[in-house]
């Protein structure tokens, strides 16, 4: 099975691999009715999944991940498709709007959301909304997908290709989070900056993620660039109007979601607010895990409080302050951990903020990456002017710890660990030179001053 | 005895520099963009950085220095005495 994605001046070439799992997940899609405009009226489709990958025979990125859904009817397949065709639209205009610098197609970095393109089973062309079908004149950001060959006898003997759709994705590796950091990984905030951005491009398109949580986050590096990239759209909606019902993961709710869900005399109302409030939780989430350690938001943070134990320490700004004290004792982390607390309580800065319809996730981390600068790097820093003497004295050391944290691919946070062990060795090194020099100094000085002093007392 | 001398050195440095992860910690995000920054970026933050590097050095070398004098004085004392009398008795 061959899939053909191309664009103007582009062209993938995909070869679907066989599952190594044959089996089938059940997943459910609540899509709008084809032809209810905005009533909000959904229907129900009940989907089997097939998780494979593809390898590109062509230019551009490697590895791709295949999901193919098989859907029960013809109205449930063309809702799907409907469904899917609007939400990688949206997804790719959420990235377009991070930039051209070094894109040359829309389906190379940089990303805040992995791209996904719909594939027709019938091998019919499926192009995004907007575009047109003729090859001249045709925007820039057009992909037209297209299935070669028939499906497989692997998908299932005798299946009626019009009910089955593929959605192709770049595959990422994921990423291992550091478990606890006593100190914070700051170093990690610069590279959440696009996942940000492109979060607050896709509210403002009226579309949310909806299950932004560390697993769902991965570390992409493509030529020259680098950053945080969101996976994993099954749950991605249309927030405005909101979706009767909300897939997600429980763990990392927000805390108004939850309220929703726990007390039966609100009633259970979605409004988009609260699916932009569930992403920009789902991003605290995970700038946490950086800067934290993933075991202590999931066993600290999204655990119930000491002292409140009806309620999370997520849910209260002076509960998460506590927590986040107690994590990072040094008080010099204070203007840090109140910029961080913030957004988890109910005031302007808190629960107002997160279910606003403005942009907020972008203004948030610069917020946090200006409080990181605030924060006493020991009291007294040392004059950079006074150190000039000192640098050029171990210049050659500085650059060789660089040279060896920038070799090899890595991500940041490996290659700042890989300098801090060069900083060690090359401590230990510098140590060990000075020790033997002054022992030999001392030794030789004394042996001829023993000398010099015996020969003149024996010759005497 | 060079294996425990080692050691000894080891210690001492990780003593008193402390752990590199721990004592750059309080650089942040700049010590990451430092890395990732090309040869011969000035930006005061880097020099900062470089700064503190080159500090983290050179309290390595003063805690190498100051075991290499220890042990020098004992050894080339020891020796000394031993070269004295040999060259008295042979003068």
Same mark, same amino acid.
């Given at each position: 099975?061959?899939?053909?994605?191309?664009? =103007?001046?582009?062209?993938?070439?995909?070869?679907?691999?066989?599952?190594?799992?044959?089996?089938?997940?059940?997943?459910?899609?609540?899509?709008?009715?084809?032809?209810?405009?905005?009533?909000?009226?959904?229907?129900?489709?009940?989907?089997?999944?097939?998780?494979?990958?593809?390898?590109?025979?062509?230019?551009?990125?490697?590895? &791709?991940?295949?999901?193919?859904?098989?859907?029960?009817?013809?109205?449930?397949?063309?809702?799907?498709?409907?469904?899917?065709?609007?939400?990688?639209?949206?997804?790719?205009?959420?990235?377009?709007?991070?930039?051209?610098?070094?894109?040359?197609?829309?389906?190379?970095? =940089?990303?805040?959301?992995? =791209?996904?393109?719909?594939?027709?089973?019938?091998?019919?062309?499926?192009?995004?909304?907007?575009?047109?079908?003729?090859?001249?004149?045709?925007?820039?950001?057009?992909?037209?997908?297209?299935?070669?060959?028939?499906?497989?006898?692997?998908?299932?003997?005798?299946?009626?290709?019009?009910?089955?759709?593929?959605?192709?994705?770049?595959?990422?590796?994921?990423?291992?989070?550091?478990?606890?950091?006593?100190?914070?990984?700051?170093?990690?905030?610069?590279?959440?900056?696009?996942?940000?951005?492109?979060?607050?491009?896709?509210?403002?398109?009226?579309?949310?993620?909806?299950?932004?949580?560390?697993?769902?986050?991965?570390?992409?590096?493509?030529?020259?660039?680098?950053?945080?990239?969101?996976?994993?759209?099954?749950?991605?909606?249309?927030?405005?109007?909101?979706?009767?019902?909300?897939?997600?993961?429980?763990?990392?709710?927000?805390?108004?979601?939850?309220?929703?869900?726990?007390?039966?005399?609100?009633?259970?109302?979605?409004?988009?607010?609260?699916?932009?409030?569930?992403?920009?939780?789902?991003?605290?989430?995970?700038?946490?895990?950086?800067?934290?350690?993933?075991?202590?938001?999931?066993?600290?943070?999204?655990?119930?409080?000491?002292?409140?134990?009806?309620?999370?320490?997520?849910?209260?700004?002076?509960?998460?302050?506590?927590?986040?004290?107690?994590?990072?004792?040094?008080?010099?982390?204070?203007?840090?951990?109140?910029?961080?607390?913030?957004?988890?309580?109910?005031?302007?800065?808190?629960?107002?903020?997160?279910?606003?319809?403005?942009? &907020?996730?972008?203004?948030?981390?610069?917020?946090?990456?200006?409080?990181?600068?605030?924060?006493?790097?020991?009291?007294?820093?040392?004059? !950079?002017?006074?150190?000039?003497?000192?640098?050029?004295?171990?210049?050659?050391?500085?650059?060789?710890?660089?040279?060896?944290?920038?070799?090899?691919?890595?991500?940041?946070?490996?290659?700042?660990?890989?300098?801090?062990?060069?900083?060690?060795?090359?401590?230990?090194? !510098?140590?060990?030179?000075?020790?033997?020099?002054?022992?030999?100094?001392?030794?030789?000085?004394?042996?001829? !001053?023993?000398?010099?002093?015996?020969?003149?007392?024996?010759?005497? | 005895?060079?294996?425990?001398?080692?050691?000894?050195?080891?210690?001492?440095?990780?003593?008193?520099?402390?752990?590199?992860?721990?004592?750059?910690?309080?650089?942040?995000?700049?010590?990451?963009? &430092?890395?990732?920054?090309?040869?011969?970026?000035?930006?005061?933050?880097?020099?900062?950085?470089?700064?503190?590097?080159?500090?983290?050095?050179?309290?390595?070398?003063?805690?190498?220095?100051?075991?290499?004098?220890?042990?020098?004085?004992?050894?080339?004392?020891?020796?000394?005495?031993? !070269?004295?009398?040999?060259?008295?008795?042979?003068?």
């Amino acid at each position: 099975m061959v899939i053909d994605l191309s664009g =103007p001046n582009w062209h993938v070439q995909l070869t679907v691999a066989p599952p190594v799992n044959p089996d089938r997940k059940p997943v459910d899609f609540d899509v709008p009715m084809i032809g209810a405009g905005a009533s909000g009226q959904l229907r129900r489709i009940r989907t089997e999944v097939i998780f494979t990958t593809a390898a590109n025979e062509r230019n551009g990125w490697q590895n &791709w991940h295949v999901k193919i859904y098989g859907c029960a009817d013809l109205g449930d397949a063309e809702a799907l498709r409907q469904h899917l065709h609007e939400q990688a639209s949206a997804l790719q205009r959420a990235n377009q709007y991070l930039g051209g610098h070094g894109r040359r197609t829309p389906i190379e970095p =940089p990303w805040a959301v992995v =791209p996904v393109q719909v594939v027709r089973g019938d091998g019919q062309l499926e192009q995004l909304s907007g575009a047109v079908t003729t090859r001249l004149g045709t925007p820039s950001d057009q992909i037209v997908a297209q299935l070669y060959r028939r499906l497989p006898s692997w998908i299932g003997e005798g299946a009626r290709p019009d009910l089955y759709l593929l959605a192709v994705s770049p595959q990422i590796d994921l990423l291992k989070w550091e478990s606890l950091r006593r100190w914070p990984g700051t170093e990690h905030l610069i590279d959440f900056r696009q996942l940000a951005a492109g979060l607050d491009q896709l509210h403002q398109l009226k579309w949310a993620h909806c299950d932004l949580k560390p697993d769902n986050v991965c570390w992409c590096t493509y030529q020259e660039t680098s950053g945080y990239v969101l996976i994993d759209t099954d749950a991605a909606t249309q927030a405005d109007p909101p979706p009767s019902v909300l897939r997600g993961t429980e763990l990392y709710e927000y805390g108004g979601l939850r309220r929703l869900r726990t007390d039966p005399a609100r009633g259970w109302h979605l409004s988009p607010g609260l699916l932009y409030a569930q992403d920009r939780f789902g991003l605290m989430i995970v700038v946490l895990c950086a800067l934290a350690g993933r075991h202590w938001v999931e066993n600290t943070l999204l655990n119930m409080d000491p002292d409140d134990p009806r309620h999370r320490v997520a849910d209260s700004e002076p509960a998460v302050q506590k927590a986040l004290r107690e994590h990072w004792a040094d008080p010099r982390w204070r203007p840090l951990i109140a910029v961080l607390a913030e957004p988890f309580g109910t005031g302007p800065r808190g629960q107002i903020a997160l279910e606003a319809s403005q942009p &907020w996730a972008e203004a948030w981390l610069a917020a946090v990456i200006e409080a990181e600068q605030r924060c006493d790097r020991d009291g007294s820093p040392q004059p !950079v002017p006074a150190a000039t003497e000192l640098l050029s004295a171990y210049a050659g050391h500085i650059e060789a710890v660089r040279t060896y944290a920038q070799h090899g691919p890595a991500t940041r946070p490996e290659r700042v660990h890989r300098a801090y062990d060069a900083i060690g060795s090359r401590a230990q090194e !510098v140590a060990l030179r000075q020790a033997v020099l002054w022992l030999s100094i001392w030794c030789l000085g004394a042996v001829a !001053v023993a000398v010099a002093l015996g020969v003149l007392v024996g010759g005497g | 005895m060079t294996d425990s001398w080692r050691v000894a050195l080891r210690d001492r440095v990780a003593r008193r520099c402390g752990e590199p992860d721990k004592h750059f910690a309080r650089y942040g995000y700049t010590f990451g963009n &430092w890395i990732d920054a090309p040869p011969g970026a000035r930006l005061p933050a880097f020099l900062e950085v470089e700064a503190g590097v080159a500090d983290y050095l050179r309290v390595a070398a003063q805690t190498g220095r100051h075991l290499g004098t220890v042990a020098g004085l004992a050894i080339g004392g020891a020796a000394a005495t031993l !070269v004295f009398l040999v060259v008295c008795v042979v003068a």
